[in-house]
């Protein structure tokens, strides 16, 4: 079993900062994609940002050069740093990891965040 813990979610106004965390535990050889996604009532969940154990990061061109994703490997952490929110940045954020070899997807329980005009 793996299991995630997200932490650092809560209210902000506009042009604030959140940092969200994401703790990975549990029985694995080792994570290869660790990512963030959001998801807003009624709507799909989307990717906002995801990197690869050697580095390779992708983001949605919502949150290109407002967010930085980032992750401790010694730690089996990834972290979300989120400047100059936006209203439209409300969403519940969620956890993910692909571990390796089997290549299996794990979902962290989700995080609010609410960014308020």
């Known amino acids: 079993q793996v299991q995630l813990v997200e932490s650092g979610g809560g209210l902000v106004q506009a042009g604030g900062s959140l940092r969200l965390s994401c703790a990975t535990s549990g029985s694995f050889f080792s994570i290869n994609v660790m990512g963030w996604y959001r998801q807003d009532p009624g709507k799909q969940r989307e990717l906002v940002a995801k990197?690869?154990?050697?580095?390779?990061?992708n983001y949605a061109d919502s949150v290109k050069g407002r967010f930085t994703i980032s992750r401790d490997n010694a730690k089996n952490t990834v972290y979300l740093q989120m400047n100059s929110l936006k209203p439209e940045d409300t969403a519940v954020y969620y956890c993910?990891?692909?571990?390796?070899?089997?290549?299996?997807?794990?979902w962290g329980q989700g995080t609010q965040v609410t960014v308020s005009s």
């Open positions: 990197i690869t154990s050697v580095g390779s990061i």
């Open positions: 993910n990891v692909v571990v390796y070899p089997q290549g299996y997807n794990y």
